[in-house]
């Protein structure tokens, strides 16, 4: 056999093994699917994000509960066999805070804790990179245009999801795919029940839900987080109860 | 033994032991210094404990770390003899060394063995040689308690006469074997040797008749020599010294290349490697490059040996670098894919990316976390290093209840003004960052009252509050002295 017709026969045998791997893979979530399709409860709780995204969290402030939302968010986002890799310079993350949201406490979560904004942006980049479907959450320093764009480069090509805090309000756009605004709300129910509400509004999205808010409460008891009241549709959804882990 | 009490200072009061019978630890054995309190190996720890005063150090023996030591003097033995092998017991304690014609450069045997002593005594072991005419009869007379000296040497022939009155402990015998012939009162080796040979092995077994052969030279005794590891290393030397880090870095991509040609033959991967930098004034410094799997992927040396030589702060130029392999492995083999993407590959493509970390930012700062069952918030968690092994084993504690906690937990807790209704309430108003915060709700108080063992006994009531805007903070007051802290954000 020459070597074009090797080629070919190659060729011919990549694409039928495509085929066949792709019937395979038709089942398995996360899934490369159009932005278009996705739905805010989904977002928020992390189910089913395509593949590649980096959302912001921005907070109204400080103790505005962003981050705290959105890891309840990420602990939820975990693929099969995936990763949960938590950023964090200034080394105060606490991990029973964590795992009362649901983030497992085990070897599918990686803390780094990188030194300087130039380290962590390097962090960024590199788990982003990562071909293993992975999570990453964390603070985000003041970058330029072209440190975005490499990071929405590295989040494409390896597929994983970033959930961004910014540390400032960023002085350039932060290229994120979805750029959400959390505000606390003062919860309805008195003690005893630990329940915590916000409105999350998306600023900016790629797709439908641009322009879109929701209510979201997270029940400390049961660690379920609930899209309680779509602003912009009536649809509403109990999602993602995630068990208790140690 | 070795590696815990071998090399130590004879004051230093320090004790080995192990799991015994019953969920009960037996000592395995002590310094010189704790002998002097009535201790002996065997003992129960408990009652060893109990003669001890508290200062005495007590640590699990650990066979493994052990036989490690023995194997690495016996690799620097190998200047003494061709041949040097670990005794054939499953926990050895001694060296067995071949030295058939090895005292010709020592012009005797007994210079020799001084030469070995001098260099057991100059790694701070103290030592027992015996020389006959075989390894069984050495052995016996090495570890005869009632020996003085520290050098026996019996002449040619006259090993069997050495061994007559020793106790058939000496053999090298199971525990099960001595005890068996101490019933017929067969104490003495020349008791067992008036034994008629025949009827030995379905009495004892076959084990007896071997030994003794052995020990006699009826027989031989195969002894499995030691290999001298051969490291696999690549050295530069600059004169002058230079301190250009580009020089540096195409000198090190040199000499890892020459590393993976040396390897890639065998197959054999490179796990470990250490660098070595010689500095203008002699100093040394050095790091160790480590991945999870065995790799000869010249492109990911590289890249992982100049993320670590840039977190060195070099303050003087560089005369000389060497690198070392120190731990190498069989090659992976897997089976080539037609695609990227699998599970398989991403796992392989994370290590690299964990190593690459590590690389760049250090092990400290690639953490892996566990929850610990402490009630003090700060003691609440324990973090490995990613590359620790036992990491997955450590993290067994399952907790079944996890109260509510912030992510975010201050370095140290900052002290806020609080306002209550009532001493020792609740607060309904306090100060943070110059802003004044309404309680709208709060849940608590959780007592903690913990950590005196530590020298820091702590007292605290904790509230987890909500302020009218929907903000929540985690304060505690500290019992006794009244003052209120902020502790944790759930930011």
Redesign the interface.
Known sequence: MDRVAKRDVIHQ??ER??QV?SAFRAGESPVDRPAEHLDLSELLTGRRLPRGWLIEWQ?S????????LA?AAAAAAIPQ?G?LVIVDP????????????GVP???R???????DSQ?TW??WE??L??????VVWGHVPPGNERQWVRLRWAAQRGGGWGFLLPTFPPAVSTKADVRLLV?????RR???C?E???QVEVLSARGSIHGKAADVVLS?ETNPLRLVAELAHSTAGVVSPRG?T? | MLSRLGAKPASLELGLFAPAERQQFRVVAVTPAVKRYGVEPGMLLAEAQSLCPSRVRWEPYDPAGDREQLRRLAHGCSEFSPGVALDSSPLPDSLLLDVTDCDINYSGELPLLQAVQRWFLHRGYRTVLALTDTAGAAWALAHQPQTTESILIVPPGRHVEALRPLPVEFLRLSPETVALLHQFDVRRIDQLMALPRADLPSRFGEELLRRLDQALGNIPELLTAERVPKWIEASWTWEPPVDDRLVVQTILSHLLERIVRSLAPRQIGVQQLWCLLTLESAEARHFPVALSQPSLSLKHWIELTLLHLERLNLSERIAAITLRVVRSAPLEVRQTRLFDGNQANGERHWRTVLERLIGRLGESAVRRVRLCPDPQPEWAFADNSVTDETADRKAGDVFHHLPVRPIRLLRRPREVEVVSVVPGGPPIRFWWEQRRHEVAHSWGPERIETGWWRGEDVRRDYYLVETSQGEWFWLFRTLGEERWWLHGIFS
């Open positions: 045998l990549r093994t495509r791997e907070g402030g400080e103790e505005s509960g962003a981050e705290t890891l066999g990763r200034t080394g105060e993350f606490y991990p029973p805070g964590a795992a009362s949201l406490m085990d070897e979560v990686v803390v780094l804790r990188p030194g380290a390097w962090v590199q788990v990179r990562c071909e293993l479907p992975i505000r606390p709300l003062p919860s008195s003690p005893p630990w915590r509400r916000w400390h208790k140690g």
